[in-house]
């Protein structure tokens, strides 16, 4: 029996009066892992859950294979439910079918051939038995197995709730529900965002042999290459989102001059719209009844006047049309990206305290046989001014608990030595914002204080648009929000500023100036990633963490 597909049909989705999704259709086929990408805010997870039937569209259509598992940026479950519940009800469906092949064994046993319902009997045993194979239920069970040890997930307590689990731990164990589960269709939005190397190419690697329909929303630039096989890009395009095949690169490159020919299109018609209406105008005033006449004109007016007048008549009338036309059908103008310009992301600190101390010169933070009961080993280590330091290492190996300590967020036993009137700030992982109803610039004054956040305004740091900036932070997207926590830091930058995957959630093009914004410079910056793209080119100091016992 062929899978079937997922279709929309003339999607439109309006939020607060913007059209967010404007008539998009899209097959997604079985096999064909299709990538949804674009900045942060295109529309992503908006589609997404019109797809999976948890938004209804305000126009248009989906149909959907039944049987459809949806991995949300936000993980489902509620706090008390155990790990066993978890994976006992992604097993739920291969179990349930499991059942059934056996009463239709029995039943089939003691009906004999040739009765009746005996062919009917068959029929059905046929079908549970097709509909078994293609979940692969028999393998259910080490199926599960395999996948939390694939996602890092192998030493859960089956009888720990997902409340006394870490956000990104919650993430991995909802990814690995969905993965054993394999249903007909797979959703999933930013399904890398907290999965080190050997997670992520464990995930790569089941979802490429998915024998269903798998769309999923994605800033990973390494996953969407190794998986995806199509690419729908939603940012804005003149004809709307454009479907790309061929993988991410292939998109880069199409993508790149697609926007070349957008911008070449538009300054050329822009061109053309003033001359037309320039000639509107000049030949207009030449054919005005009451205008004077030049010496030249007259001369040979009287003889040509009727055959001139009818030549002029005529362009004016196809400049005038092809001017309405151009007006009408113009091509929008291509959207200028936002880009982001931080003054600076930290600040020296040859700080007045630092000199009544004595303690100029010396390093920022130092660490020295500091642990924390229960958490992995921290290092010894030493930050000082300037410093650019990356810190890797796989799931569980404490990036965030080191990150916390130099912060002074966590208290750890040992020495944390900070030199007195240092500043910090971080960058967390799970951006929550108090107020949702208060507007992002609201956010930001309030943290900021009127006179910083007039002298650094927000828009003015390329991180949300004008219009963005006036949305209130519980509509905003992941990635949005995400930027505005950025935006907070960065508007008072701090001595030293700790960066917990800042990469997460936010667009490839954001990570670049990001990045470049790492550089060399003031103050001191600690980034913990597990962005394959970054960390292959960081060119400072790096520390790799490693699991206690490993
Ligand atoms: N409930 C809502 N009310 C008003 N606007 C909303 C609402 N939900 C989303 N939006 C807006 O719709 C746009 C698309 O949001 P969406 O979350 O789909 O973006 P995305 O492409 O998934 O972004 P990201 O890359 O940051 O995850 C954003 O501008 C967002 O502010």
């Known amino acids: 029996m062929p899978r079937p597909a997922l279709q929309a049909h003339d999607l439109v989705r309006i939020h607060a009066g913007r059209r967010i999704l404007d008539g998009l259709s899209l097959t997604a086929a079985p096999g064909r892992p299709l990538g949804l990408i674009g900045e942060n805010g295109a529309g992503k997870t908006t589609l997404l859950r019109l797809l999976a039937g948890v938004d209804r569209p305000d126009a248009g259509r989906v149909s959907r294979p039944a049987g459809l598992g949806f ?35 029995g039943l089939l046993g003691r009906t004999p051939d040739g009765s009746p319902g005996h062919a009917a009997l068959l029929d059905a045993y046929a079908a549970a038995l097709e509909r078994a194979e293609e979940a692969e239920v028999w393998d259910a069970d080490r199926r599960a197995a395999r996948t939390l040890h694939g996602l890092g997930l192998g030493d859960l307590s089956p009888e720990r709730t997902l409340g006394s689990l870490s956000g990104g731990r919650r993430g991995r164990l909802a990814l690995a529900a969905l993965l054993v589960r394999r249903p007909a269709a797979l959703l999933l939005d930013e399904p890398t965002n907290h999965l080190d190397d050997e997670a992520a190419a464990f995930v790569e690697e089941r979802v490429r042999e998915l024998p269903g329909v798998v769309v999923v929303a994605s800033h990973d630039r390494a996953f969407l290459e190794a998986v995806c096989t199509e690419l729908i890009d939603l940012d804005p395009a003149p004809g709307g989102p454009v479907r790309y095949g061929g993988g991410y690169h292939a998109y880069l490159s199409v993508r790149q001059a697609e926007r070349r020919r957008w911008v070449q299109r538009f300054a050329e018609e822009q061109q053309e719209l003033r001359d037309l209406r320039r000639a509107a105008e000049v030949t207009g005033h030449r054919l005005a009844p009451d205008r004077a006449r030049t010496d030249h004109e007259k001369m040979g007016y009287g003889h040509r006047a009727g ?113 007195p009137g240092l500043t910090t700030a971080m960058l967390t992982q799970d951006t929550v914002f108090a107020h949702p109803d208060r507007t992002a610039r609201q956010v930001y004054a309030r943290a900021l204080g009127a006179e910083r956040a007039e002298e650094v305004p927000l828009a003015a740091l390329g991180l949300l648009s004008e219009a963005d900036t006036r949305q209130p932070v519980g509509r905003l997207s992941a990635g949005q929000r995400r930027r505005l926590a950025l935006a907070l830091l960065v508007a008072r930058p701090p001595h030293l500023l700790l960066l917990d995957e800042p990469t997460n959630h936010l667009s490839p093009r954001l990570c670049d100036e990001l990045e470049e914004a790492l550089g060399p410079g003031p103050g001191a910056i600690v980034v913990a990633s597990h962005d394959r793209w970054l960390r292959r080119r960081w060119g400072g100091r790096e520390l790799r963490l490693r699991p206690e016992g490993s």
């Open 307 to 419: 055959r001139v007048q009818r030549q002029i008549s005529r362009r004016v009338r196809d400049a005038a049309r092809r001017l309405a036309e151009l007006e009408r059908n113009a091509i929008a103008a291509p959207p200028r990206p936002l880009t982001f310009r931080p003054a600076q992301l930290a600040t020296g600190s040859g700080t007045e305290e630092a000199g009544e101390t004595g303690e100029h010169g010396a390093p920022l933070v130092v660490l020295r046989d500091a642990h924390l009961p229960g958490r992995p080993p921290l290092p010894q280590l030493e930050i000082g001014e300037g410093d650019r330091l990356l810190v890797t290492g796989g799931n569980g190996a404490g990036k965030s608990t080191l990150l916390s300590v130099l912060a002074g967020r966590l208290p750890a036993h040992g020495t944390v030595h900070r030199r």
């Open 71 to 105: 991995l949300h940026q936000e993980v489902p479950f509620d706090t008390g439910t155990t790990v066993v519940q978890v994976l006992d009800d992604a097993l739920r469906e291969a179990r349930a079918a499991l059942a059934e092949l056996d009463r239709l064994t």
